[in-house]
């Protein structure tokens, strides 16, 4: 009887592991089909421009064709005003190929704006809901440094009022983002 029991017990505590471990991994890799919509955690809508308020349209479609022109990996441009940033959005096939690289492929110890390469990148249709920009940022804060060490502007309130949107061009659509917070 000793003996069955202790050979029962190491086999049940092995496979009671098993199914543990394979419904912990089976959650960590199951991508989600629906939205989880939990209660007073949604994002706020933007809101809606006030009457008669324009926004301001820009369109760097020749921008966008002459950088694609010089390198093949560019797939956007990036305009936000008032953090001089208006460049080409460049993707690869690894995350880490802009990192060092500018939108010409050259050494540049602050790469360039880069979307995520799992991102997919195209009109409005198309474009991923959750979208990812890599840029650097200097540990610094300075709002006048480099890349994305600009958008430490956004930190001052009346600056977000003066600069309320950040336009993304692709093929044939120029698409405007309200900032919201």
């Not at 009109?123 to 940022?137: A, C, E, P, Y």
């Amino acid at each position: 009887m000793k003996r069955i029991t202790r050979i029962i017990r190491p086999t049940i505590c092995i496979v009671v592991l098993l199914v543990a471990m394979t419904t912990a991994v089976r959650g960590c890799y199951q991508r989600e089909t629906e939205p989880i919509d939990i209660p007073g955690t949604s994002a706020p809508q933007p809101s809606a421009p006030l009457a008669g308020e324009v926004i301001p349209s820009v369109d760097r479609q020749t921008e966008l064709a002459e950088a694609r022109a010089k390198n093949p990996d560019t797939v956007a441009w990036l305009y936000i005003p008032g953090a001089e940033v208006d460049d080409p959005v460049m993707q690869a096939e690894d995350n880490g190929y802009y990192l060092k690289l500018d939108e010409n492929g050259e050494y540049a110890m602050w790469g360039c704006y880069y979307a995520h390469c799992e991102n997919k990148i195209g009109g409005r249709d198309k474009l991923d809901k959750n979208t990812t920009i890599f840029g650097h940022s200097a540990s610094n804060c300075d709002p006048d440094g480099v890349r994305f060490t600009k958008l430490y502007r956004y930190m001052d309130a009346d600056f977000v009022k003066e600069h309320p949107y950040i336009y993304l061009s692709v093929d044939g659509e120029d698409m405007i983002f309200q900032i919201t917070a």
